[in-house]
T-cell receptor, first 111, second 113 residues
Framework: SQQGEEDPQALSIQEGENATMNCSYK?????LQWYRQNSGRGLVHLIL?????REKHSGRLRVTLDTSKKSSSLLITASRAADTASYFCATDLTGFQKLVFGTGTRLLVSP | EAQVTQNPRYLITVTGKKLTVTCSQN?????MSWYRQDPGLGLRQIYY???????DKGDVPEGYKVSRKEKRNFPLILESPSPNQTSLYFC????????????FGPGTRLTVL
């Protein structure tokens, strides 16, 4: 499969804790994007990191990219109940001109 | 407000009854696409369009049709729906290419009995 593989499939934490989810892929990429999906709703773009970047921040989000390990991580700091959602990575695979979505990590943040 | 709209949001129909799910974007995006989302299978692309009158098959096009007569609209047509097309459908648009940031509609939950 060309999909990015998210890990873990599901994550349950308390409010205030940090949440880390990972994405691994198999071939070289131009960029990698993270999206959030609230239950049954459309995906919302969170952040894009290019292959020549190692880390990006956006508010409480921190994304890292390790192209040597073909992996990315999304860290949500000081999580809130409103962060409860599924999180997907999407890889722009070099040579495919296509965005391939993974199967997602389901995050549950309890008050 | 920049957005992608889909209608209807929920639809229950019977096998063989033709239906159309509409999609419209107000961002003047060139690229539009349709996905279906099924448990354990993630998002799979059905059809996409690079611009007006330019459409092409995605990964799972069987049983679906699309058209792109206007830049803002990209309807999904199921000529003869079957139960295996029961799914959550999303329309998405982006500035020019699929690999640009995708803007998703709210989804259409379709049940085919």
């Amino acid at each position: 499969s060309q999909q990015g593989e998210e890990d873990p499939q599901a994550l349950s934490i308390q409010e205030g804790e940090n949440a880390t989810m990972n994405c691994s892929y198999k071939t070289s990429i131009n960029n990698l994007q993270w999206y959030r999906q609230n239950s049954g709703r459309g995906l919302v773009h969170l952040i894009l990191i290019r292959s020549n970047e190692r880390e990006k921040h956006s508010g409480r989000l921190r994304v890292t990219l390790d192209t040597s390990k073909k992996s990315s991580s999304l860290l949500i700091t000081a999580s809130r109940a409103a962060d409860t959602a599924s999180y997907f990575c999407a890889t722009d695979l070099t040579g495919f001109q296509k965005l391939v979505f993974g199967t997602g990590t389901r995050l549950l943040v309890s008050p | 407000e920049a957005q992608v709209t889909q209608n209807p949001r929920y639809l229950i129909t019977v096998t063989g009854k033709k239906l159309t799910v509409t999609c419209s974007q107000n961002m003047n995006h060139e690229y539009m696409s349709w996905y279906r989302q099924d448990p354990g299978l993630g998002l799979r692309q059905i059809y996409y369009s690079m611009n007006v009158e330019v459409t092409d098959k995605g990964d799972v096009p069987e049983g679906y049709k699309v058209s792109r007569k206007e830049k803002r609209n990209f309807p999904l047509i199921l000529e003869s729906p079957s139960p295996n097309q029961t799914s959550l459908y999303f329309c998405a648009s982006s500035f020019r290419r699929q690999t640009d940031t995708q803007y998703f509609g709210p989804g259409t939950r379709l049940t085919v009995l």
